[in-house]
């Protein structure tokens, strides 16, 4: 990958991370930017964002980042994968680089197309600080798709749970403590399934709920198949489970 930083002015009293992965949705990214320096001075937090851009067939220019113009994101970091490897890799990869180059902060990971509403930022961290050495997600109460989404949805959750025994109705929208990060980072099984993956590895975590906002620009690349696919990459996390559990359903 290639880190190219836009830099605002620096200030070495970040409270956190936030870290996005975006596919072409810099129209998304600059809004979630806003909305994020809105939420994060309402609540006298500061923060340095950093975006993965995963493969994207449009570039960044450092002058879509007004960093000046928001007090409270102290710098934008932009890190351009040199092809697309797809959301959860994206999101693995950005979860290493943080470690290495931002280490003791505090990750906040969210969706940069505005579903992952930045209003809910302060309470996932109110809820990590509360339930100490715990990953918090933001467990998807209500979602803003349509009907045909929402029922194979509900068909994937219950299939998951079906053949790994585990709940799922979290994604990638999480609030991860600084002591948590080196571990979460080496979790290679994250790139494939970033919720599966954290269980899989028995990460402690815990939920906070909330509502899925709506995208504001663009379609959604979550589709029917791509659903799909990313619902047998949480099984594949949990294969070997998954194989016993179908073994023992065709011997009873």
């Known amino acids: 990958p290639n880190d190219n930083t836009r830099r605002g002015i620096m200030n070495t009293t970040n409270d956190l991370c936030i870290l996005t992965a975006a596919l072409n949705d810099w129209e998304s990214v600059l809004v979630l930017l806003s909305e994020l320096n809105e939420t994060l001075g309402a609540n006298t937090l500061r923060a340095v964002v950093v975006v993965i851009d995963d493969g994207s067939s449009t570039f960044v220019e450092p002058d879509q980042f007004p960093v000046k113009d928001w007090a409270s994101i102290s710098e934008v970091r932009v890190v351009t994968l040199y092809r697309n490897l797809g959301n959860q890799r994206a999101v693995s990869i950005g979860l290493g680089y943080v470690q290495t180059e931002l280490p003791g902060l505090p990750v906040v990971v969210?969706?940069?197309?505005?579903?992952?509403?930045?209003?809910?930022?302060?309470?996932?961290?109110?809820?990590?600080?509360?339930?100490g050495n715990k990953i918090v997600f933001a467990e998807r109460s209500e979602r803003s798709e349509g009907r045909s989404f929402k029922l194979f949805y509900a068909i994937y959750q219950r299939l998951y749970k079906i053949l790994t025994g585990l709940p799922i109705s979290i994604g990638n929208y999480s609030a991860i403590p600084a002591e948590l990060l080196p571990r979460v980072a080496s979790i290679s099984e994250i790139a494939s399934h970033f919720p599966a993956g954290i269980m899989?590895?028995?990460?402690?975590?815990?939920?906070?709920?909330?509502?899925r906002g709506l995208r504001r620009f663009g379609e959604s690349k979550m589709r029917l198949v791509s659903l799909i696919i990313h619902g047998l990459s949480g099984f594949a996390v949990h294969a070997d489970v998954v194989g016993v559990r179908l073994v023992l359903a065709i011997m009873a």
Not at 112 to 131: S, T, W
Not at 200 to 211: E, L
């Open 110 to 131: 969210m969706d940069a197309d505005l579903e992952d509403q930045p209003k809910y930022v302060p309470i996932l961290l109110e809820k990590m600080r509360e339930a």
């Open 200 to 211: 899989r590895a028995r990460v402690p975590y815990t939920t906070v709920h909330s509502v």
